[in-house]
């Protein structure tokens, strides 16, 4: 299915009603705010950005690292040009008393958790949380970056591209919607070329055969 | 008043053998530099400009921050090689206006409301001068940004414009430059119709000016055509499986 | 807070200090002011108040013009003028002020530059230093005016066996234009003239626009984040040529 690339200030077409992403609103005429690939529907226009920096969304999971422990809370990169507030309440069920207990018992700085975006303002004031099912600290292992926007080649239709490479590799494998990537174990150098490849060819036709034969039996 | 010493139009051919509303020979591509989110290199004939956009990235100090805008920040500057005479490298008033007309220039295209508290820094480096080069320079900057995934409300196309020896000419080189009644500098967004850069000096009259921009609309509506087709040609069509 | 209020009146076609769209506040001149420099002037415009200082000195000329004098205009926006300036050396907004000024004077050739030959190989140069006091707006407006006006009263010194004898005055410097700057607000629709210090902070967009005297355009700059459209380019000289006139009869 071949999709259409549209640039800053393409004109998508009217808006009647819809739902628009990445696009802005003249007149109710729809136009692209950024270089991406458009999908159009009968509920929504939006555009998927080709290149760009990782700006979080509530429900995103995500790969983060403990920068800086406050009193309340921890800070944690993204990977975005904004850092996201990890708030006590949400990262630990027991009472803390803030006075006495240390927060980094819980959290460390340069600890990896895999967590949820829960809340996002106007402002860019973000929290995560790691009160979601799928939320843990990851140990051990080694992160990578690629583009925020090849995260979704990178798990494939159903996650079937990341499956495939986790189950060839035999390795431990988180994907953040943020572009992070954290790997352990199995053969981690042959799962890191082969997200990477799919970084640079996620295009290319026949790029799941390409991966699958990469990667061997 | 420099005049020059060689006519400038000869059988209404300029000194380079252009007609007056030719354009120099351009050439634009995208993504030499692998560290920058962003860059483009654009040549107008012998002028040559690279681009590198850094951003959307947290901005410090803190005090600079606007709780719901983001910055732009631009800087261009000259190589010292890029002319006759050596250019000292350090930033000179020249090249700080030219900075600022820039940023504000860009800006006017660019949603600041979708990053707030954020910087894009966009740094423009003249390479070869000959005539132009802040507008080569917007034309790079704009692929630049473009490509890095900035929103903008279209894209920004520049040229410029003059007169010499009683006639109007675009794209104007360096001698062109130099020895011009007038030069003007214009950049818009062209799908819109608005400009986003204009300077210009000289003697004219009313009519000669607005004679002038309007010669300066067409050739950036050019210009939009060739960066569409630059970054078009860069990011293929992507074609997803099933 | 003052921002809404100016935003309220514009939206009504008014302006807080009841002025028109077109109206100028009131502009005071005066020259010959500072005894030490060859011609100097002050201008209060509406508040904004700016020293223009002419000194003249003996120097080398540019080798591809060898039989021309030299101007150079600088601009300070003291730290006096304004909470928001800090000392140090003049940032981008001063630097591009003095560069308009320059361009405009420069470009009108109200100046006879080719008459500030003294030998061969030695000619005047003419220093245009603004120094701004205080700003309410339309600074850029103020300082043509001041620099024009100091032009106009400029002496030119004795010269005595190649030293310059300050204090005595051997004739005027050769001054033939009077270029104006106009510099025109758009807000919404609206074209305002001489913003004033709020207004600055709320429109569009700024094109400030040099007009000599015989209504050819000398120098336009774009100032600001907003767009200007072809139509309000057009609206905007026919206004700027309007006001020029006005402008040039105080001086």
């Given amino acids: 299915m071949q999709r259409e690339i549209v640039l800053p200030g393409t004109y998508l077409g009217e808006r009647k009603g819809r739902k628009v992403t990445n696009c802005y609103v003249e007149d109710d005429k729809v136009f692209s705010k950024v270089l991406g690939v458009l999908k159009i529907s009968e509920e929504e226009i939006s555009v998927v950005p080709l290149a760009g920096k990782y700006f979080p969304k509530v429900g995103d999971r995500i790969i983060g690292r403990i920068e800086e422990i406050e009193v309340s809370g921890w800070w944690v990169d993204i990977n975005s040009p904004y850092r996201a507030f990890l708030p006590l309440g949400e990262a630990v069920e027991e009472f803390v008393d803030v006075r006495r207990v240390d927060l980094s018992r819980f959290y460390d700085i340069d600890d990896i958790i895999f967590c949820k975006i829960t809340k996002v303002t106007k402002n860019k004031i973000i929290q995560v949380s790691m009160k979601d099912m799928l939320a843990r600290k990851l140990f051990g292992g080694i992160t990578i970056k690629i583009t925020p926007y090849k995260v979704a080649r990178v798990i494939g239709k159903g996650g079937s591209m990341i499956e495939m490479i986790k189950k060839k590799t035999g390795s431990e494998i988180y994907v953040g919607q943020n572009g992070v990537i954290w790997i352990k174990g199995g053969k981690k150098e042959k799962a890191i070329e082969a997200i990477l490849t799919i970084e640079k060819e996620a295009h290319v036709v026949g790029l799941t055969e390409k991966i699958a034969k990469m990667l061997g039996e | 008043m420099k005049k020059s010493e060689v006519p400038l139009i000869i059988n209404g051919r300029r000194i380079d053998g252009r007609l007056p509303e030719e354009l120099r020979e351009i050439k634009m591509s995208i993504g030499e530099i692998s560290n920058a989110d962003g860059s483009a290199r654009v040549s107008f004939g012998k002028t040559e400009a690279i681009v590198a956009v850094y951003g959307p990235r947290a901005l410090f100090p803190k005090f600079l921050q606007e709780s719901d805008v983001g910055l732009v920040r631009v800087i261009y500057s000259m190589s010292p090689f890029s002319v006759d005479e050596r250019k000292n490298p350090a930033p000179d008033r020249r090249s700080i206006e030219i900075s600022k007309v820039t940023k504000e220039a860009l800006t006017a295209a660019i949603f600041i409301e979708d990053f707030p508290k954020a910087v894009v820094d966009i740094y423009e480096n003249i390479i070869q001068a000959d005539g132009s080069t802040r507008v080569t320079a917007i034309n790079a900057a704009s692929l630049a940004l473009a490509s890095a995934g900035i929103p903008m409300r279209d894209l920004v196309a520049a040229c410029s414009v003059g007169k010499v020896d009683n006639t109007l000419i675009v794209d104007l080189n360096g001698k062109e430059d130099n020895y011009s009644e007038s030069d003007m500098a214009v950049a818009m967004m062209p799908s819109k119709g608005l400009i986003t850069l204009l300077q210009m000096d000289g003697r004219l009259t009313k009519e000669e000016v607005l004679e002038l921009l309007r010669k300066a609309e067409e050739v950036c509506k050019k210009i939009y055509e060739l960066q569409k087709k630059v970054l078009f040609e860069k990011f293929k069509v992507e074609r997803e499986e099933e | ?251």
């Fill in chain 3, 1 to 251: 807070m003052m921002e809404g209020f100016v935003k309220e009146y514009l939206n009504q076609g008014k302006r807080i200090d009841g002025r028109g769209f077109k109206d100028y506040r009131q502009i005071e001149i005066k020259h010959s002011v500072v005894s030490k420099a060859e011609g100097s002037a002050f201008v209060n415009l509406g508040g904004t108040k700016v020293y223009a200082g002419v000194k003249l000195d003996i120097g080398e000329p540019f080798p591809d013009t060898p039989n021309e004098g030299i101007l150079i205009v600088n601009a300070e926006f003291t730290p006096l003028s304004s909470p928001k300036i800090e000392p140090g050396p003049p940032g981008e907004d001063a630097i591009e002020l003095a560069r308009i000024v320059d361009r405009i004077i420069r470009e009108s050739q109200a100046i006879e530059l080719e008459k500030l030959l003294i030998e061969e190989g030695k000619v005047w140069i003419v220093y245009v230093d603004l120094a701004v006091f205080d700003m309410r707006g339309n600074l850029m407006d103020a300082s043509m005016l001041a620099s024009i006006e100091a032009l106009l009263h400029t002496q030119i010194p004795k010269v005595e066996n190649g030293k310059i004898v300050r204090g005595e005055f051997t004739s005027k410097l050769p001054v033939v234009f009077k270029p104006v700057s106009v510099t025109i607000g758009k807000y919404g629709n609206n074209l305002l003239v001489d913003l004033s210090k709020e207004e600055e902070e709320i429109v569009d967009a700024k094109l400030v626009i040099g007009v000599r005297d015989d209504d050819k355009i000398c120098a336009m700059q774009k100032q600001g984040i907003g767009t200007f459209s072809l139509k309000d380019i057009e609206n905007a000289l026919d206004l700027a040529i309007e006001k020029s006139k006005e402008l040039r009869r105080l001086l």
